[in-house]
């Protein structure tokens, strides 16, 4: 009977959900999904001192964040602890482990010997076959695994293919440490076959762990899941990815404006490939997915790409959603609780309607929210250094004639403003150009913005009015 897919994320919470591990997990997720299967959460929470609640916090908030959902309720693998010794022991009663008891003084001077040696092999197997009756008194030992000692141990694996270790230089692991505790080897091998886990699809950063618990699965006569090793995400240079080149947290993407949909979509894109497809939604992601289309050199990490698609995914998105998430981003930024303040009703709505020509110009929220500034900015406006350059006596006159056109108009919408201000702009000889680019940074502090119609219709009359007399002379 073939099993129904069930993939894991199984992350250590010693930090945040970095880059990489949002897309480890959105590949089990996706596939997963494909499959109609179930993906599960693990927390490797087994490094007591380094595993805190809020950076557990952090990794359900940024999965929660990219729409990565997971199946069921969240394991913790600590709390195993109990089940990952009894099987430990159950290796030992079958003849399969043993205890030993060498020192770490002797486990040192083990290693330094074999590597001056240039063998691989850092355990000499000392107390696989001796007495216990041997054992000195005052060393609480450690179980080892027996492992072969010949021959080969084979994963084939679903990214990397055929990889072959030969037996004779891996070492009898430690299972149970001789304070009682699992090793992350053990814990990782019971949990998955406790929770029926049929893919295992991670970093090839453990490709090397494959081995050690392929060798755990044999000893306890289980089935090996189906392996896939994604190779790691470098910088565009090629390097390993360090925090320069975005090796940051998914929180700090949310920080920087990114659309959880557009990041979903660049991460699909990092070392998997469906023809020459950019653009997926999510279900043309599960649909195409699938692990042997992954390839096998590191992907590079391209801000610039990121940048693009995240601007196609704001100008694609709807109107009020793109509200709702600038007013969500405000509490990951600096500036943002000052920012909140300002939001009303009234401004909500200028927001909403000043979106379809402030969308256009932005590649990120933040940007987004840059553009609006002129609907959030508190009166008397601060003018940019730009605008004040456009700002000379001659202009702040103009200001003061073009308000005055500008009263009587009603009703106010950009097509009234604008019959006003290309009449005003004849009578006076002058180009709309000499108008506007004075009117646009009375209103909103800067040389550049919205179309000029658009802000006034924005803005409102009295807004208007209020803000140019601000600046006129």
């Known amino acids: ?175 149970l440490r001789g304070d009682g505790t699992p090793t992350y080897m053990l814990a990782v091998v019971v949990d998955d076959h406790d929770m029926a886990v049929t893919h295992v699809i991670r970093g090839d950063d453990h490709l090397i762990n494959a081995a050690r618990q392929k060798q755990i699965y044999d000893a306890m006569g289980w089935e090996l899941p189906v392996m896939a090793h994604i190779p790691l995400i470098h910088g565009p240079d090629g390097s390993k990815l360090s925090k320069r080149h975005g090796a940051l947290g998914v929180d700090a993407y949310r920080a920087m404006g990114y659309l959880p949909a557009a990041l979903r979509n660049y991460l699909v894109r990092l070392g998997w ?13 599960i649909d195409a997915f699938d692990l042997p289309a992954i390839g096998r050199s590191a992907a590079r990490f391209d801000f610039a790409k990121l940048e693009s698609l995240n601007g196609h995914y704001i100008r694609h998105s709807d109107d009020q959603s793109l509200v709702t998430q600038l007013e969500d981003l405000l509490q990951y930024i600096p500036q943002g609780p000052a920012i909140a303040a300002r939001l009303t009703d009234t401004t909500r709505a200028q927001l909403l309607q000043a979106m379809p020509g402030l969308k256009e110009r932005a590649k990120t929220l933040l940007e987004l929210l840059d553009n609006a500034d002129f609907i959030l900015a508190d009166r008397p406006l601060t003018i940019d250094p730009k605008g004040l350059a456009v700002l000379t006596p001659e202009t702040r006159a103009l200001i003061g004639r073009l308000r005055a056109a500008l009263e009587g108009v009603s009703p106010w919408t950009a097509a009234t403003t604008e019959a006003a201000m290309r009449s005003f702009a004849e009578q006076a000889g002058l180009k709309l150009g000499a108008v506007a680019q004075p009117l646009r940074v009375a209103l909103t502090g800067r040389t550049t913005s919205p179309g000029i119609f658009d802000v006034l219709a924005v803005l409102g009359r009295d807004e208007c009015l209020s803000r140019l007399a601000d600046q006129a002379a």
Request: hydrophobic share 35%; charged share 30%.
């Open 273 to 285: 490939s469906h023809g020459d497809q950019e653009i997926f939604t999510t279900q043309e992601m």
């Open 1 to 175: 009977m073939t099993r129904s897919v069930v993939t894991r994320f199984a992350p250590s919470p010693t930090g945040f959900l970095h880059i990489g591990g949002g897309r480890t997990a959105l590949f089990n997720w996706l596939y997963a999904r494909k499959h109609g299967g179930k993906m599960l959460l693990r927390i490797e929470d087994t490094d007591r001192q380094r595993s805190t609640q809020p950076a557990i916090d952090a990794i359900l908030d940024g999965l929660k964040w990219l729409g990565i959902e997971w199946d069921g309720d969240t394991v913790y693998q600590f709390a195993r602890a109990a089940r990952h010794r009894e099987v430990a022991e159950q290796l030992l009663a079958e003849g399969k482990a043993y205890y030993c008891y060498a020192t770490a003084e002797e486990l040192t001077a083990m290693r330094d010997k074999a590597r001056a040696e240039g063998r691989a092999k850092l355990y000499d197997g000392t107390w696989r076959d001796r007495d216990p009756a041997d054992a000195p008194a005052d060393v609480k030992p450690t179980i080892r695994l027996k492992a072969p000692l010949t021959g080969e141990t084979v994963i084939e694996d679903q990214v990397q293919g055929r990889v072959a270790w030969q037996n004779e230089n891996l070492d009898d692991l430690v299972l």
